[in-house]
C-alpha cells in the first residue's frame, strides 16, 4: 500500500519506493489532473540529491508526458521550496519534489504540491491513494525521457531563488560584513544559500558538501547531534552564524555565535519578535500543537492572535491563509512569513536570520537574552521511541481509545487528543504523545519552565507507554 503521511510518500528504496511504484503514483496523478481538466497547467518536477532521486524523477516525467501532460523539469538536485516557488509562479496546479527530506538515507519519496506551491492536503493525498488502488502495473503510459524532451512534453528548466534575495534586507546585510558558516549535511542548500549570502557579501564557507547518498553517515536533519561539527567551527573560527539544513533544505538548525544550538522554537521567537518589534509588522503566528507556547506570549504582547494546528506543515500554510498570518512555524524547523511560498523554506528562513543581526546590530544570544528576559523561559524536551509493527495497535489503543496517562504531578488544566494525546499542565507547560506521519516512531514532546522538568515529563511518559 503507497501511503501519504504528513510529510508526502516515503519508503525504504529498494521495498516499497521502487520504478514500479513512482510509476504508479505518477499515473495516479496524471489521472487527477486529466479528470480536472488541468492538463493545460502543465507539472513541475524537482529532485534532492538522494540515491535514485534524478532516476526517479525521470520516471515520474515519463508517466505525465505520456499522458499528455507538459512536465517543466529541473535537470539538477534543488531544494524542495525553489519546486514550490516554481509551481506558484507558473501557475500549475499539481507539481511534485522526489526527497524523502529528513528521513535516513535508506529512504526516499515524493513530496506533492498543490495550486499556489502548498503542500498537498489530505483531501488530495487520498485522491491520490484512491486512484492507485485501482491501477496496475499495465495501465501506467510510458514514453522515453530522450523522445519526450524532443516532442516538447517535458522541457528543462533551471529556476534560483532571486525571490529570497527580492524579499529580504540585503542591503543591510551588505552592510554588515557577516562571517557565515553553512552545513548542507551533504544535502541540496549549498548553491541556493550562497546565492543569497554572496550577494549579500557575506564571508561564507561551507562543510559536509559533496555527492554522498549515505549523507556522511549523519542523519540528513539538523539537531544538535548532527551538527557537532559546525557547532564546534562557529566557536573556534570566529563565525557570526552557523546554518544548517535538512536534506532538502525546508528545514534549518542554527548555531550562534557562541557555538550555541538554537532549538528551531528559539529560531520561530527570534523571527517572530523581530518581524513585530524591530520592523513593526503585524499578523498573528500559527504554531503547531508541538511547538513553544512562548509564541503565544509574544503574539498577545504586540496585540496578535497565536493559532494552534495539527503537525503537518499545510495546516499550518491553511491557517496563515485564514486569518493573513505573518508568520507560521513548527518545532522541527520549518517556518514561513506572509508574502513568501505557502510552505517551509529553510533558505529563506536563514537569510532572514542573517538580516535580524544584520539591521539589530546583535547577537543571536543576545536577541534571545532579551527575549527570555521580557516574556520568560521555557525548555522544550523531546523523544523520539521506536517500536515494533505489533506494538502500534496497542499503543494506539492505550493512547487513544482508553485514553491513559500517567499520574503527572502537576496539575492538568486540559487533555486534547485532536492529534496525539497533549495534556496542558496549569502551571502553563504541556506534554504530548504522538505517532509520526513520516517514520515508524512515537514522538514525545514536552515545554515546562527547565530542562530538567521537560526532560522528567518526557522520561515519565515513555517509561508509561513502556517503550
Not at 516525467?61 to 516557488?85: D, K, Q
Not at 554572496?198 to 564557507?205: L, N, S
Not at 523571527?271 to 498573528?284: A, N, R, T
Not at 518545532?331 to 543581526?357: P, Q, W
Amino acid at each position: 500500500m503507497i501511503k501519504f503521511g504528513t510529510g508526502g510518500w516515503r519508503s525504504f528504496i529498494g521495498e516499497e519506493f521502487t520504478q514500479t511504484n513512482v510509476r504508479l503514483v505518477a499515473q495516479a496523478i496524471a489521472n487527477i489532473i486529466i479528470n480536472e481538466n488541468a492538463v493545460d497547467k502543465g507539472f513541475v518536477i524537482g529532485y534532492d540529491r538522494r540515491f535514485l532521486s534524478d532516476k526517479a524523477a525521470k520516471w515520474f516525467a515519463e508517466v505525465l508526458a505520456a499522458n499528455g501532460i507538459t512536465v517543466s523539469f529541473i535537470n539538477r538536485f534543488v531544494p524542495t521550496p525553489i519546486v514550490m516557488f516554481q509551481c506558484n509562479k507558473m501557475g500549475c496546479i499539481y507539481s511534485a519534489c522526489i526527497t524523502a527530506s529528513h528521513n535516513p538515507a535508506d529512504y526516499n519519496g515524493i513530496k506533492v504540491f498543490i495550486e499556489g506551491g502548498r503542500d498537498a492536503d489530505e483531501i488530495i493525498t487520498e485522491k491520490i491513494e484512491t486512484q492507485i488502488a485501482g491501477l496496475t502495473e499495465s495501465d501506467v503510459k510510458l514514453v522515453e525521457f530522450e523522445e519526450a524532451l524532443q516532442s516538447g512534453k517535458v522541457n528543462i528548466i533551471n529556476p534560483m531563488n532571486d525571490s529570497v534575495i527580492n524579499f529580504i534586507d540585503i542591503e543591510a546585510i551588505k552592510k554588515a560584513n557577516l562571517r557565515v558558516l553553512i552545513d548542507p549535511i551533504f544535502g541540496v542548500a549549498k548553491n541556493a544559500l550562497q546565492t543569497v549570502l554572496i550577494t549579500g557579501r557575506c564571508d561564507v564557507d561551507v562543510i559536509n558538501d559533496g555527492e554522498n547518498p549515505s549523507f556522511g553517515g549523519l542523519m540528513p536533519s539538523p539537531n544538535a547531534a548532527t551538527l557537532y561539527r559546525l557547532k564546534h567551527l562557529v566557536a573556534a573560527e570566529g563565525y557570526d552564524i552557523g546554518i544548517g539544513t535538512d536534506g532538502d533544505a525546508d528545514r534549518l538548525g542554527i548555531i550562534d555565535e557562541k557555538g550555541n544550538f538554537i532549538h528551531p522554537n528559539e529560531v520561530l521567537m527570534l523571527l517572530y519578535y523581530y518581524l513585530l518589534e524591530y520592523k513593526g509588522w503585524k499578523g498573528s503566528v500559527v504554531r503547531n500543537i508541538a511547538t513553544t507556547h512562548l509564541l503565544d506570549k509574544i503574539a498577545a504582547d504586540h496585540g496578535e492572535k497565536s493559532f494552534e494546528v495539527p503537525i503537518g506543515f499545510k495546516h499550518i500554510s491553511s491557517q496563515m491563509e485564514a486569518d493573513d498570518a505573518l508568520l507560521g512555524g513548527e518545532s522541527s524547523g520549518g517556518l514561513t512569513i506572509r508574502g513568501h511560498i505557502k510552505g517551509k523554506d529553510g533558505v529563506f528562513a536563514s537569510s532572514l536570520l542573517v538580516e535580524l543581526i544584520s539591521v539589530t546590530g546583535k547577537k543571536l544570544s543576545e536577541m534571545l537574552d532579551e527575549i527570555y528576559a521580557r516574556y520568560g523561559y521555557a525548555y522544550t524536551a523531546e523523544g523520539d521511541c521506536t517500536f515494533k509493527a505489533s506494538q502500534k495497535e496497542v499503543l494506539h489503543t492505550k493512547i487513544y481509545i482508553e485514553k491513559q496517562l500517567p499520574e503527572f504531578e502537576y496539575d492538568i488544566d486540559k487533555v486534547s487528543y485532536d492529534d496525539g494525546a497533549k495534556v496542558y499542565f496549569k502551571n502553563g507547560g504541556w506534554v504530548i504523545a504522538r505517532f509520526s506521519g513520516t517514520e515508524p516512531l512515537l514522538r514525545i514532546f514536552s515545554e515546562m519552565e527547565d530542562k530538567p522538568t521537560a526532560e522528567k515529563i518526557v522520561a515519565q511518559m515513555t517509561a508509561f507507554l513502556a517503550l
